[in-house]
């Protein structure tokens, strides 16, 4: 029977609430959020992030008892960024693979205290490199793809060893999945997992990420569209995720968010892969500010937004909303 109105009117499923939950396509919970934080080195620190207002860096042993009570809550895991002092940076980016470098001791303490909580690093060299770029820079400033993955491997490695439960590289340069799975395999670290960014953007919605991890200054307004992706673009997206997919990635990231939900899931029809999505730094800020002068509300704001990323195919979302959501879905 061809439906039309009045046999079939749709509001009628929308006029209570209890057949709008029956009827509900998707769902979102705790177990959906991966909480992004940035890390300091030191003791007892903690810094507001001018970009990213309510928003931190702290050392590890004031965001111990952060993610704690989060973790209690239901929270499965971290994604950890350091903040590496002016000293640590260099050209070969060396301190990224140093067995007692911020990560990886940050790594080691957090495990200690929460064995149960997953703990995901960032594998790329913009905080230990002095260009801020993501990789090795040859003398007219461009990545060096093969030197560059070579060091991604030993920082993956140092990651393991010290106990990260799932290594994510971001910075987008060729073959590092590959070379990565091949060093956990000879290494014997055989479930430590795979995040690949495979479809990363070059996106302006980072910005206030750079300023969290004091990057942007060393970047000097040069780009990384030489490894990023261009925003224009959707079927290079299946190829990248096709490439990590076949060198070993457990799962992938598509990031941005919000604005990239259409390759989420165009992507989510071709692959049997894990999707996650990264509702990045600029547009936390978006709804922050936006928040803050009154214009939206937050809360139903911010949870529509997570059942956006749901209903377009991601399986989990990192978002530095975390502790917000957790907030908000316990008192509903
Ligand atoms: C760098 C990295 C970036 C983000 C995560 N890892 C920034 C960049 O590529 O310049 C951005 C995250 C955000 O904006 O929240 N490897």
Request: contains cysteine; aromatic residues 10%.
């Amino acid at each position: 029977m061809k439906k039309s109105y009045p046999n079939t009117r749709m509001r009628r499923n929308r006029s209570a609430k209890f057949i709008r939950n029956l009827v509900r396509e998707t769902s979102f919970s705790v177990d959906d959020l991966i909480y992004p934080v940035f890390i300091l080195p030191g003791k007892n620190k903690e810094e507001p992030i001018k970009s990213m207002p309510g928003k931190k860096r702290y050392s590890v042993d004031t965001l111990l008892p952060i993610i704690g009570r989060l973790h209690k809550k239901g929270l499965n895991a971290i994604a950890i960024f350091p903040i590496i002092g002016k000293e640590k940076k260099s050209k070969d980016a060396k301190e990224a693979f140093n067995s007692r470098g911020l990560v990886q001791s940050a790594v080691k303490k957090i495990k200690k205290e929460y064995p149960n909580l997953g703990i995901i690093t960032d594998i790329a060299l913009d905080p230990y490199t002095l260009s801020g770029h993501d990789g090795i820079i040859d003398s007219n400033g461009y990545v060096l793809n093969d030197k560059t993955v070579s060091v991604l491997t030993k920082q993956a490695l140092s990651h393991a060893e010290a106990g990260a439960d799932i290594v994510a590289p971001s910075d987008m340069m060729d073959g590092r999945i590959l070379a990565i799975r091949k060093a956990f395999e000879k290494n014997k670290f055989h479930n430590t997992k795979i995040l690949s960014y495979a479809a990363k953007y070059a996106s302006n919605f980072y910005g206030p990420f750079r300023d969290a991890v004091d990057s942007s200054k060393n970047l000097n307004d040069s780009s990384k569209e030489t490894y990023q992706m261009d925003f224009a673009n959707i079927s290079e997206a299946s190829l990248e995720i096709n490439l990590d997919i076949n060198e070993g990635a457990d799962m992938i990231i598509i990031k941005p968010g919000l604005p990239y939900l259409d390759i989420v899931a165009k992507i989510k029809n071709k692959f049997s892969i894990p999707i996650f999505s990264y509702h990045v730094s600029g547009e936390y800020s978006m709804i922050k500010s936006a928040a803050l002068k009154n214009y939206i509300d937050e809360k139903a704001s911010v949870l529509e937004a997570m059942y956006c990323f749901k209903r377009a195919g991601c399986n989990a979302v990192l978002t530095y909303y975390t502790p917000e959501i957790i907030k908000w879905l316990d008192s509903n």
